[in-house]
């Protein structure tokens, strides 16, 4: 049995098998909201540290374990699904709640704003390595015409080819990437933050596997 057919074998044992209950699907099932949001629980015991120790005092910046966390989970819900995120474990004051809430949006926000940034990097880099291209290619052809420096005429063939292709890859697989992480980052933004002490009907309930 070559490779190929070992990898179709074991995938068809994962969609098929036990261990389908560790899919995306599985997971999202298990903590969908009947609003249709997903939601993700931050416990936070007593001795865990809420705020990082190092950002100024009255800022409030969360431990950056939570958002760790938070990510971690949120990495495997569709970006079709918006987020709740829970945190529970301790009673905190409206303060700490309003700090967290803050902190947490405020995080999410920025990435928003950072991969707008790389979008519009991305492609201006796309743009200035389409035009050398471009530009390399043209004088290759143009210098053929009346030099015989066949070293040279080759390297600039080879970069103006180089440009061109990387302007490409800016544009089609690079601009897809960050489309997709900026997609993800607005999931994030638009998170819902509720608190233990919300006590929210809503709750996802528990289900059972009924499979061995």
């Not at 800022?59 to 709740?84: H, M, R, S, V």
């Not at 292709?165 to 960050?178: K, P, S, T, Y």
């Not at 900026?182 to 709750?203: S, Y």
Request: hydrophobic share 40%; proline share 5%.
């Amino acid at each position: 049995m070559n490779k190929r057919e070992v990898l179709k074998e074991r995938m068809t044992a994962l969609k098929n098998g036990a261990t389908e209950k560790y899919s995306n699907k599985h997971f999202v099932e298990q903590r969908l909201m009947p609003d249709n949001t997903v939601r993700i629980d931050v416990m936070l015991p007593p001795e865990t540290e809420i705020f990082d120790p190092l950002s100024p005092v009255g800022y409030g910046k969360l431990n950056p374990e939570i958002y760790a966390y938070i990510d971690e989970q949120a990495y495997f819900i569709p970006a079709e699904y918006d987020i709740t995120v829970r945190f529970a474990g301790r009673t905190l004051s409206a303060e700490e709640q309003r700090t967290i809430d803050r902190s947490v949006h405020e995080h999410y926000n920025l990435q928003v704003y950072d991969k707008i940034d790389d979008i519009r990097r991305n492609r201006m880099l796309g743009i200035f390595l389409l035009i050398f291209g471009a530009i390399a290619l043209a004088a290759y052809f143009f210098l053929t015409l009346y030099s015989k420096q066949e070293v040279f005429l080759e390297i600039v063939s080879i970069v103006g080819t180089f440009s061109v292709w990387e302007a490409v890859d800016c544009w089609l697989i690079q601009g897809h990437e960050r489309k997709t992480e900026l997609n993800n980052a607005l999931q994030m933004a638009l998170v819902k933050v509720i608190f233990d002490d919300d006590k929210p009907e809503d709750k996802p309930e528990e289900k059972s596997d009924s499979r061995p």
